[in-house]
């Protein structure tokens, strides 16, 4: 089974330098409703059976074009929502850089609880379940390989990355998400393969190729080519 970890495309609080979280009501921006539209040709190609997505806005509007050109409907999964940042949420990231926690965020995320928020050990724990039970679900519905999107915010593809890539949630601030950007992960009965990360180009065909022999394998041959740690989320 292989997942494209979509992030959300530019939205008005990450042109604004806030911390949106789960603040209602944060839409796309200009840009961010250009890199909405432009994901129908970016993957729409790709043979997309499933697309499920976070409940804030700012992901319903990004997957909207690309789930009408496929004729399909979004499923909303709260387990691939916006870290709640808690108190953070709302405020300006040069106010946030200030706090003592920052710098936990930063240097050892997976101690970071945010103040009357969640941690993000938990954002990991959650987020990851949901893509392994996905892709349990869209397997036994297809019998077989399905190629699937998520629609979901940076810090939690990131957390969902470092799972797939064996490291420490500690490590997860190396990672780029950025808006729309494309990851791929393919899990496998062995262990996930990280095929692809933070892809903004064009086309991402060529980065799921698969050859017979790897196919066997159960993996797939890589190809062509903030959030708290980086963005707002």
Known sequence: MTVLLLRHGRSTSNTAHTLAGRSPGVDLDDR????????????????????????????????????????LEAVIDERISEVDYGSWTGRKIGELVKEPLWEVVQQHPSAAVFPDGEGLAGVQVRAVAAMR?????????????????????????????????????????RINADPASVSVIRYTPV?????????????????????PADEKKGGTLPAGDGVVGGSTG
């Open 133 to 173: 039970e996905h892709d349990r679900r869209l397997a036994d519905e297809h019998g077989g390989d399905v190629l699937w999107v998520a629609c979901t915010h940076g810090d939690v593809i990131k957390a969902v990355l470092a799972d797939a890539l064996g490291s420490h949630l500690d490590s997860f601030q």
């Open 191 to 211: 262990r996930p393969f990280v095929i692809h990360v933070n892809h903004t180009g064009s086309a991402l065909n060529a980065a799921l190729s698969v050859t």
């Open 32 to 71: 961010g409703r250009e890199q909405a539209g432009a994901l129908v040709e970016r993957i729409g190609s790709l043979p997309i059976r499933a697309i499920v997505r976070s409940p804030l806005l700012r992901c319903e509007r990004t997957v909207e074009p690309l789930a009408a050109a496929l004729g």
